[in-house]
C-alpha cells in the first residue's frame, strides 16, 4: 500500500530553550475577563465558562505575515495568555492543573467579527468566524520552571505602537486551573494541546500593513504583520 498524498506535518511551536512543541489541538475561552465580556453586549456575571477549538494548522509564529483573511472586512485581534500542555489528564482536578502545564506563551486569536457575531446570533457554529487560516500566531513558549505558573501581570497589545488592550492576567474570571478543569471534564487533554484564554478589553480591527504586537509579562512578545489578502 502506498499513501496517497503526504500526511500532514505537525505545527510544531518553538519553546524558549529551543525545543519543537508539536501542537496537536488548540482550545480557546470564551469571554474571559469582565470587561471584554461586557464590550461583546454579555454580562460575565452570569455565564459559565465555554470553549471553542480551531485546527493545530492555525498555530503560526510569532513573525509571521498574517493573510487578511476572505469573506470578511472586519478581522479583529484578541491578545490572550497561552497555556501549553505537556501531561495528558481527564477531568483534572483544578488543585492538580498546574501538574499538566508545560508552560505558557503569547497569542492572538484572530478573528473574523463580522461572521462571529453572524454565527452567534442566530445560533450558528463559529468555525468560519474563529477557526481561520493563520489566526492563532504564537510566541515562544517558556517552560513552567523558567517562569512560574502565571496569575499575575501585565497582558498589552498594541497596533503599529498604539496601546489598544492594556489588562492583567489577575482580571481572569476563571484562571488557568479553572480552564484547564474545564475543558478536560469535555475532552482527555494531552500533551502538545494549547489553550486560549480569552481576550481582555479592547479588541478591534486591523487592515494591512499594520504591526501586532502581544506582551505579556516575563514572556516573549508575539508579533504579526497584517498582510493582503491571500491569492492562492
Ligand atoms: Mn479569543
Known amino acids: 500500500m502506498t499513501t496517497l498524498f503526504p500526511p500532514q506535518v505537525p505545527t510544531l511551536a518553538a519553546t524558549s530553550d529551543g525545543h519543537e512543541f508539536p501542537v496537536r489541538r488548540v482550545f480557546c475561552i470564551g469571554r ?3 470587561a471584554h ?5 454579555r454580562d460575565p456575571d452570569r455565564e ?9 494548522e492555525t498555530v503560526v509564529p510569532s513573525g509571521t505575515t ?4 476572505s469573506e470578511t472586512t472586519n478581522f479583529h485581534y484578541e491578545a490572550e495568555l497561552v497555556v501549553a500542555m505537556g501531561k495528558a489528564g481527564r477531568s483534572i482536578a483544578a488543585t492538580d492543573a498546574l501538574n499538566h502545564v508545560y508552560g505558557y506563551a503569547t497569542g492572538l486569536d484572530m478573528t473574523r467579527r463580522d461572521l462571529q457575531f453572524e454565527a452567534r ?7 468560519a468566524g474563529k477557526n481561520v487560516e493563520q489566526s492563532s500566531p504564537l510566541g515562544l513558549i517558556h517552560p513552567a520552571p523558567e517562569v512560574g505558573h502565571l496569575e499575575s ?5 498594541t497596533v503599529n505602537g498604539a496601546v489598544k488592550q492594556d489588562a492583567d492576567l489577575n482580571e481572569l474570571i476563571w484562571d488557568v486551573p479553572d480552564v484547564i478543569a474545564y475543558v478536560s471534564r469535555f475532552y482527555r487533554l494531552e500533551p502538545g ?5 480569552g481576550t481582555p478589553a479592547g479588541v478591534g480591527a486591523v487592515v494591512a500593513g499594520d ?15 497584517v498582510g493582503v489578502p491571500a491569492n492562492a
Open 32 to 34: 474571559n475577563y469582565a
Open 121 to 127: 446570533d442566530k445560533g450558528r457554529p463559529w468555525d
Open 211 to 225: 504591526v501586532v504586537t502581544v506582551s505579556i509579562a516575563g514572556l516573549s512578545d508575539c508579533t504579526i504583520t
Open 66 to 69: 498574517v493573510a487578511y483573511p
Open 37 to 41: 465580556a461586557r464590550e461583546m453586549g
Open 153 to 157: 501581570g501585565s497582558i498589552k497589545l
Open 48 to 56: 459559565a465558562p465555554f470553549f471553542f477549538t480551531k485546527w493545530a
Open 193 to 197: 494541546d494549547l489553550i486560549y484564554t
